[in-house]
């Protein structure tokens, strides 16, 4: 029963490279998101996905990119990466209801990410 | 626009102590959600309760217990006889709907620490 699964786990980048975080779920659920914690500002939407093809932004979308190429993949991509972008990422997916449906999203464990 | 506060920054009790961690939130929409997360020191998040917006009634699971109250746009969390499992940061979310797509906010967290 794995859930939401992200990896890496740990990464370190230096300043300027490139990299892909890999979200995956097994639960067949529509809306797969991307947030960031940072102390003390609790999590940020990055980007989301309502279903395979379709993305859309989030809180804090810039230096980000997303694609959701497979209903069970999400994936995050920095192109050039940057100091602020230290944080730990989390991926979540949700699967479909509207308003009045019982359906909280579903967390991955998180990627730390360090930037130098 | 939405907002999620949580005034408590940390908390300490002694086990076997009752604490409540506060919430309070902002939104315009009448239709929306209310969740509890845990985060434990391991780091992932683990979903704990949701809320309607339509319902008031409060809720007890074991030693868990939740006090929803629309008039003052409260939804707080108490740990009744606390335990050491008990420490971890505890973030309230609210999520409305815009057309079918889903918006979390997150509050800041409250880092609460049982000691033995």
């Known amino acids: 029963n794995a859930g939401v699964t992200q990896t890496p786990k740990f990464r370190v980048l230096k300043t300027g490279q490139s990299m892909t975080l890999l979200c995956a779920q097994d639960m067949n659920h529509e809306y797969m998101y991307w947030y960031r914690q940072d102390p003390g500002m609790g999590l940020r939407l990055i980007h989301y996905?309502?279903?395979?093809?379709?993305?859309a932004k989030g809180e804090v979308p810039d230096g980000y990119n997303v694609s959701r190429l497979k209903k069970q993949n999400f994936l995050l991509g920095l192109e050039s990466a940057a100091p602020s972008q230290t944080s730990v990422y989390f991926c979540a997916s949700r699967g479909q209801g509207g308003y009045r449906s019982n359906q909280p999203q579903h967390f991955g464990d998180g990627t730390r990410l360090s930037i130098l | 626009a939405q907002k999620v506060t949580q005034a408590q920054t940390e908390i300490s009790v002694v086990e076997k102590e009752d604490v409540t961690l506060d919430c309070v939130y902002e939104?315009?929409?009448?239709?929306?959600?209310l969740f509890w997360y845990k985060q434990p020191p391991s780091g992932e998040l683990v979903f704990l309760i949701r809320?309607?917006?339509?319902?008031?009634q409060n809720e007890i699971s074991g030693r868990y217990s939740w006090n929803f109250q629309k008039s003052t746009s409260s939804f707080n969390f108490t740990i009744t006889a606390s335990q050491v499992v008990d420490s971890a940061v505890y973030f309230c979310?609210?999520?409305?709907?815009?057309?079918?797509?889903?918006?979390?906010?997150f509050g800041t967290g409250t880092r609460l620490t049982i000691i033995p």
């Open positions: 979310a609210l999520s409305t709907f815009n057309f079918g797509n889903e918006k979390l906010t």
């Open positions: 939104t315009r929409d009448t239709t929306y959600y």
């Open positions: 996905s309502v279903g395979e093809g379709t993305t």
């Open positions: 809320r309607n917006s339509f319902d008031e």
